[in-house]
Every structure is written in C-alpha cells, then in structure tokens.
C-alpha cells in the first residue's frame, strides 16, 4: 500500500507496508523514499493543497557529501499504522518523529550535525552487485535499493542502478526471467546456486558476452555468453563457453563461433548436441553420455573425453571435421566414418601386428589382454 494524505486532517498516513522489514519487529522507513512518495502526491490530487515539506538535497563540501534535510511543515503530522513495532529513519536529517501522532509505533530518528552521506560508503554497502529480488525486493533506483539489505524488484531498476554506481554484476536472489527489453550484455549474473536461483532467457532478452554463475538455466543465449559452476538445460544458440557445468536436455549449436564445452558433465540420460547443420564444437574433459545430431556440413567438432560414451545419430550426415578421443564408447548410428585415430586404444592397436582380430585375442599376457584389463571402459566400435 501507498502513503495517503487527508487534506482536511492534514495527516500523512504511513502504511506499514510502505515500510521495509529489516528483522522481526524491526523496520526502516527510507525518508528519501518517503520525500518523494509525498512529491507523487502533491504533483497530482495535492495540487491546490498547501506543501507538505521542505527538502534540501545532498550538498557536498571538501570531497564530504553532507547529508539531505527533510522537514515536514505547513502543520501536516504523520501516522505510522498502528502496531507494536519500531521504525528507524534512515537517509536524512528529518523531523519526522516531532510531527509523529503517537501510538504503538516506536519512531527511532537518527539526526546528527555531523550525519554524511559519501558515495563511497553507499558503493560499499552494495557488495560490488546490484542485488534482484523479484519477491522481496522494492521498486525504484533511490539508496538503498539494490543492496543486500533491500534488494530491487525489477532489472530495468536493477540495470539503472547498475549504470549509476558503474557496477557489472547483478546478484540474483530466487527466480528470475529475462525477456524484451533486458539487455544483460556485459554484465555477470551471479545466482545463490543452481538449486535456489533459476534463470529462463526468453528470444528477445539480449546476453552479448554475459557471464552466468551458480545458476540453472535455460532458454537462449546470445554470442559470447559464458555459463560456470551452473546446470544448464535446453539451451538455444550455445556460442560461447560453458565451464564444469552439468548439462541435460538439448544444446542447440548456432552462430559464428564455435561453442565450447570445458570440463563439463551430463545429466541422468545424458545431453544431445544438435549441429542444426553446420556449427563449430569443441568439447574438452567431458564425462558421462552426448547424443550428435543433424550435422549435415562440414563444420569442426573436436570431441575429447574423459570417460563417455559418444552417439552419431542417424540425422548425422556429413563426418568430416568429426574427431573423437578418450576413453568410453562409440556408437555409431549414422553413414558417416569420423576421425577416431586419436582415442587412447586406437593409438596402441595401430602399432601393432595382429595375426587374430582383437576380440580373439585373448591369450594371457599379450597386449590384448593387457589393454583389456587396463581400459575397461575402453572406446569400442559399434
């Protein structure tokens, strides 16, 4: 609920809604906030009704910004809902607590001659992030908001404050879904972790080299987007770099670039990689199971494993560029023969003269026992 002024009265009613909770009973009131809401106010239905303050904004001297007066006049008082609770007043010197009727309500006022405000303790109370809450958190782009202590409600909010304090990285608490008109390009996104901050990337959210951490997220990304320590999951146009991250679902390949995978691993049922024709792919340390499908040109795919197990669909038609290496399994459901001279066993039998094929050759003590006892999980073609 808003702030309300009975002109007849002349008493300025303060919801305790209007109010942000700090712990228990505990609430602050932003008089900035508060100056403002009233301003709202006067500019419309207070237009014929005398003013209800008087404000002096930040004035800076000797590199120290002093801090903003606000002064409640023209016999207007204040009536904080009833309650039994307390109220500091934070963000100017006031006399707010003189002109308060009394009730339940404890007015906690925190005047001083020598109160400042710098932008240098503001900057530092924000913990280097612009903090998003879409649940809990507040609209506007006056401090605090955006701090731990008050996160903002909105990314339009969220970006302007960002601009303001020349931050790059937004914290984001809970859920959140970026969709027309966020533009993220540049900035880090850092989640609580995958299980408590899950991002959706709508088309025409823009990411240009955004940076996701601790995050699970799904959607589309844009070129150059970076993805770490998340779980990601139906992703369009992967273009760019996804590091020790669990992946699942499908990963539609797109753009100029190539998208890499570093260190990452699959999910239960592993994750199939779609080439929608002709994209480059370079996956490096990768365990557990990748299903390829519809590459149909020419494009690079370097594909190193860990221990997996590797999967040509059918919808795979043109090998060249295909490289696979590492330890796991093969199948091979398509037309296509790609370049698996470079897997660990492979190397060992190409060195060697056979007088049986390899499964038979069985015989205590010859290598290929040895690379069987050694490799179990070794590549096999099927």
Known sequence: MAISIDWTTKIISVPQSFLTLISGSLYELDTNNFRLALKDIEDDEGIPFLDTHRHNTVVNLGGIGYARTIEIINGYTVTFEDGQYAVNLVGSNNNIADVTNINQVSIRPNNSAGLIQTREIQYSSFENSVTVNLVTGVAGTAYPTGTPRQPVNNVQDALAIAELYGFQQLHIEGNITFDTGDDISGYTILGQNALQTHITLMPDAVCNGTEFREVTITGYLDNGAIIRYSYAYDLNFVNGFIFQTQVAGTMMLG??????????????????????????????????????????????????????????????????????????????????EPDVQQILSQHIIADAVWDEPFDEHSIPGSLGRRLKDIWPTAWTLK
């Open 255 to 336: 753009g100029v670039n190539p998208s890499n995978f570093m260190s990452c691993y699959s999910a239960t049922g592993g994750v199939e990689i779609d080439f929608d024709g002709n994209h480059d792919l370079n996956i490096q340390d990768f365990y557990g199971d990748i299903l390829i499908t519809n590459k149909t040109g020419p494009s690079d795919a370097s594909i190193h494993v860990g221990t997996a197990g590797v999967t040509l669909d059918s919808s795979v038609t043109n090998g060249v560029g295909l490289h696979l290496a590492g330890v796991g399994e093969f199948i091979n459901n398509s037309l296509v």
